[in-house]
């Protein structure tokens, strides 16, 4: 893991509302604040955290759909942040996105065949009878049947929709692709052909993934390493295994605590830690901690100081003023 | 609240000032527009136009009249008609203005009455003979031009029937004020109402139902039925509610227009002196002053309405409230 | 586990009248609820189980559902029983909460205008009593600051809070069965295991029995007493709580079990999965409707099988008690 396949430095999105004539009334929404981490070639980085985190953000900055307010993306060693026209094209051959809904995303009135085809025509990667073969072999990759290649979205299931997204993002065979909740509008027994697709793609082709869910269990499934955010920002970062197994952050812990488990017996002995309230609007932010008014070891320093993201002995990062470890 | 109504007051006088200068630019930009001529009379000679030009100050730069004539018109009050000399234009629209509002808001009320009791009972009676039947109805009552409408009800209430018990009430055509006599005045404008508010009850009432029906696929439907609430109930508490906003966003609108104006055919049709009735008199006459004048009270209209409207909005409906 | 049969539902079917035909949604499902009990039931989309619910108080609202067979709450039938009677039972002694707290609740109302509503018409409570009945009932549930929240509308409420006021109203009039569809599904995890916490204890302090539809086995392991997994309309094994957890015997609860990825234990290299798709509800197979999709499927599966097994644990497939461990452990293991 020498050089990273996307570094991604300070980025920041914040949203501008209200106050159209006057300064006053107007709130800056920090969606997404200071967040820094990378993605080694063939790495999964899983990013997970509750609804309004702002990951579902951060993926959509990192592949440029989303103009970052600060802070610098590099991909494959060119930097990405204000790259524009046909540059930009370039980087999302090499940087695709697959998304929660496949239905919203595949174009309802195209053929499936014409949707996988339509990145390879784009980008001019071959002639009409080679980008007919490479959409078969695509189809076959993600376990589609060839006689389904003339079907409309509609005629397929959701699961299967799914596996026609994925082959529209590998047609340009990237090397990242920016997962965002790619499974979690699918039934479990699905949910579960579809993680092991993933898995066995980024197998095969040596895929990088950013992987953002909020099922904790799937990240575990697929990932390499694990970001935890909370309000913007990340907490907790480190191998999926050791964030999982001995969360560090207070934040971790509970979100962790909360998944129920599917073991009558193991489900009595653990602890739960139950979170009073709801998250705070990351329009208003609590002063030191965002954490903190919900945190159950915060002391006088959390109230005022940020923590810092910072490496703990065994190398992961958290941002804490009281490790759990 | 004070910001919001400065605000939108500001955006108003934005609203009124684009109006006014367009209105003004038609009559004097247009190519081939030549307003001293045309006030000078047919083949009036040179001599007559200039003196006419000098009088009106007609030859003085565009932005300088633009000035003087709002000036007169908002200030001095005293901006004077080009057709009838010397007839000042504020008080006619002042005088006329009333006549209008009389009008619509009558038959606004009756229209929103009835629209909302054939779109409920439609909605209601969904895909039954109830419903086709108040649907075919309300299509009729769209497609039935309204001075046909008006001149049917003329010859039935002033002529032919005029004379029997059921219409010997109604009074000669013509406006009744209210200050004069408040059962002369309601006499004397049911049945313009009526006329008026048939094609809107038609097209409300299509309106509340579909929406009606659009609601009452939402889950908080599922929800009000499943606390134990009757049909009924849920209906009129929880759909209706809802499903008003399309209608208040129309009516706004309508209402804007028509007191603006846009009743003209109504107000020619019962001789009703109207803001509708004076401004296709100063169209005909290309009196600029008058057409001014009534092109900007009609906006002001337009403007405070849908103003009143994003205030009902709130009552209605919360959601509009949070917002922002 | 039944002493005390609350609702007792036999042979229940739901059937769509359609163009090509009848699809029964709801095939033939019987199931029991005691007194205080939380049964949860678990299945996939399209499994039938909100339907299942839904049709306990005829909420279905589709004229071409037709409901068949026999659902009795305490002794008294409810199919076929006229509107008024079902209408008295809808948020009275039976309360129901829905899946999408965020459009649960009419938009146009506060949350104390809608539980006051449901309050003043199933008792005799005037406008007062009942406001200060909603106000008590937003503080059982744990909403902070009830007596403002009442007064707030559903948008200005956060979607753990609304949930929680929508639970208010089910409670209000102390219902002896509390319908829950997917009540947490449309929640963060964290909000979730507040939520679940919440319905546990509404066992205590308002003596309800629950039944939870879900999809997660996660939520059933935690939450309920006993389980019905439902598949294609039909109920395929049903146990308390630990006896299905801890001894599954029908191949597609196995499956449900194996493709969920867990937090616990030793990370699997794939997850197992069911191949294929539930079958269309007018083509379900003669038989076991889960035969296609099984890898343990055999002749006799043509045949379809009964619940069987002791009284507190039942399953709709015929694999041996001797070959089932075997089997389950390759269904897991794959």
Redesign the interface.
């Known amino acids: 893991m020498n050089t990273p396949l996307l570094c991604v430095e300070g980025l920041s999105k914040h949203y501008v509302s209200g106050g159209a004539l006057s300064r006053r009334g107007r709130t800056v929404v920090r969606a997404v604040d200071d967040v820094s981490f990378t993605i080694a070639p063939g790495e999964t980085l899983g990013l997970v955290g509750e609804s309004g985190c702002g990951k579902s953000t951060l993926g959509r900055c990192v592949t440029r759909l989303l103009e970052a307010s600060g802070g610098k993306i590099e991909f494959d060693g060119r930097d990405i942040t204000r790259q524009s026209g046909r540059a930009l094209r370039e980087t999302r051959a090499g940087l695709q996105m697959i998304f929660q809904d496949p239905y919203a995303s595949l174009n309802p009135r195209r053929r499936v065949r014409d949707i996988v085809a339509e990145p390879l025509i784009v980008h001019g990667r071959g002639r009409s009878g080679e980008i007919r073969d490479m959409v078969a072999s695509l189809f076959a990759d993600v376990g589609l049947r060839p006689e389904q290649l003339d079907r409309f979205p509609h005629e397929f299931s959701g699961g299967q929709r799914q596996r026609v997204g994925i082959a529209r993002a590998l047609a340009l065979a990237p090397k990242l692709i920016v997962a965002d909740e790619p499974v979690s509008a699918l039934d479990v027994s699905v949910q579960a052909q579809i993680v092991n697709l993933l898995a066995d793609l980024k197998r095969a082709r040596g895929l990088a993934f950013l992987f953002i869910a909020h099922d904790l269990g799937v990240v575990r499934q697929i990932a390499d390493r694990v970001a935890v955010m909370y309000l913007g920002a990340i907490v907790e970062l480190g191998p999926a295994e050791a964030v999982l197994a001995s969360p560090a952050h207070p934040y971790t812990q509970a979100l962790i605590s909360a998944v129920p488990v599917a073991d009558p017996a193991r489900a009595r002995e653990k602890r739960r830690i139950v979170l009073a309230g709801d998250p705070p609007s990351p329009s208003n932010p609590p002063s030191g901690c965002p954490f903190h008014p919900r945190c159950g070891f915060a002391t006088e320093i959390c109230t005022t100081t940020k923590p810092p993201l910072a490496p703990l002995p065994d190398g992961r990062l958290t941002a804490c003023h009281h490790p759990r470890i | 609240m004070a910001g919001t109504v400065l605000r939108r007051l500001a955006h108003m006088i934005a609203v009124l000032f684009g109006i006014s200068v367009l209105v003004f630019l038609i009559f004097f930009a247009t190519p081939g527009a030549n307003p001293a001529a045309r006030i000078a009379g047919k083949d009036a000679s040179p001599q007559t136009i200039a003196r006419v030009e000098k009088q009106f100050g007609l030859n003085r730069p565009l932005p300088v009249q633009y000035a003087l004539m709002m000036k007169k018109l908002f200030v001095t009050r005293n901006l004077t008609s080009f057709v009838n000399l010397g007839e000042k234009v504020v008080p006619q629209v002042f005088k006329a203005a009333p006549v209008t509002l009389s009008l619509v808001s009558g038959a606004a009320v009756i229209w929103i009455g009835f629209a909302i009791l054939i779109g409920a009972l439609a909605a209601a009676f969904r895909g039954g003979w109830i419903d086709r039947l108040l649907m075919v109805l309300s299509l009729i009552g769209i497609s039935m031009p309204v001075f046909w409408v008006g001149t049917m009800a003329n010859l039935i209430t002033q002529g032919a029937y005029h004379h029997t018990w059921l219409f010997s009430w109604v009074p000669p055509l013509g406006y009744i004020p209210f200050s004069r006599s408040p059962l002369g005045w309601f006499k004397a404008l049911v049945i313009p109402w009526i006329t008026l508010a048939i094609l809107y009850i038609g097209l409300y009432a299509r309106v509340l139902r579909a929406a009606l029906i659009e609601t009452m696929q939402e889950d908080f439907i599922r929800t009000a039925r499943a606390k134990g609430l009757s049909e009924r109930q849920v209906l009129l508490r929880h759909a209706l509610r809802c499903s008003l906003v399309s209608v208040v966003t129309l009516f706004g609108l309508d209402f804007g227009v028509l007191v603006g104006g846009g009743a003209l055919l109504t107000e020619v049709v019962f001789g009703l002196q109207g803001v509708g009735y004076l401004t296709y008199q100063a169209l005909e006459t290309l009196d600029l002053p008058m057409i001014m004048a009534t092109v900007i009270y009609a906006s002001v209209f337009v403007v405070v309405s849908n103003a009143a409207v994003d205030i009902v909005y709130a009552a209605f409906d919360p959601r509009m409230r949070v917002r922002r | 586990m039944s002493a005390v049969g609350l609702l007792s539902v036999r042979d229940l079917a739901v059937a769509f009248r359609t163009r090509d035909g009848v699809a029964r949604a709801v095939d033939g499902v019987s199931f029991d609820v005691a007194e205080r009990e939380i049964l949860g039931i678990v299945g996939?989309?399209g499994s039938g189980k909100s339907l299942t619910v839904l049709a306990i108080?005829d909420?279905i609202?589709d004229p071409n559902a037709i409901v068949s067979g026999s659902i009795r709450f305490r002794g008294a039938e409810l199919v076929g029983q006229s509107p008024d009677v079902l209408?008295?039972?809808?948020?009275?002694a039976i309360?129901?909460i829905?899946q999408?707290p965020m459009?649960?609740?009419?938009?146009?109302?506060t949350i104390g205008a809608q539980i006051m509503?449901?309050i003043r018409?199933?008792t005799g409570l005037s406008r007062h009593g009942a406001r200060a009945r909603a106000v008590e009932l937003l503080d059982a549930v744990g909403l902070?600051d009830p007596a403002r929240a009442a007064g707030r509308?559903p948008?200005?409420l956060?979607?753990?809070?609304r949930q929680r006021a929508?639970i208010a109203?089910a409670l209000s009039c102390n219902p002896a069965l509390l319908l829950a569809d997917e009540p947490t599904t449309a929640l963060?995890?964290?909000?979730?295991?507040?939520i679940?916490?919440l319905i546990r204890r509404l066992r205590d302090d308002f003596g309800s029995a629950v039944i939870l539809i879900t999809?997660?086995?996660?939520?059933?392991?935690?939450?309920a007493d006993r389980v019905a997994v439902m598949y294609s309309g039909r109920i395929i094994e049903t146990a308390s709580?630990?006896a299905l957890?801890?001894d599954p015997r029908h191949p597609y609860t196995w499956?449900?079990?194996?493709?969920?990825?867990?937090?616990?234990g030793a990370?699997?290299a794939?997850?197992?999965?069911?191949p294929g798709?539930p079958p269309a509800l007018d083509r379900r197979p003669k038989g076991c409707a889960f035969a296609p999709r099984c890898g343990f499927a055999r002749a006799e599966c043509a045949v379809r099988p009964p619940l069987i097994g002791e009284a507190g644990h039942r399953a709709a497939c015929i694999i041996p008690a001797a070959e089932r461990a075997g089997a389950r452990d390759q269904a897991l293991a794959a």
């Open positions: 996939e989309s108080l909420l609202g209408r008295r039972l809808r948020g009275g309360a129901m829905f999408d459009t649960a609740l009419t938009p146009v109302h509503e449901q018409i199933h902070p509308y948008q200005e956060s979607g753990g809070q929508v109203m963060d995890v964290t909000v979730q295991a507040q679940l916490d999809h997660n086995l996660g939520v059933v392991a935690e939450t709580t630990a957890f801890a499956g449900l079990l194996g493709s969920m990825p867990e937090l616990g990370r699997r794939r997850l197992a999965t069911i798709l």
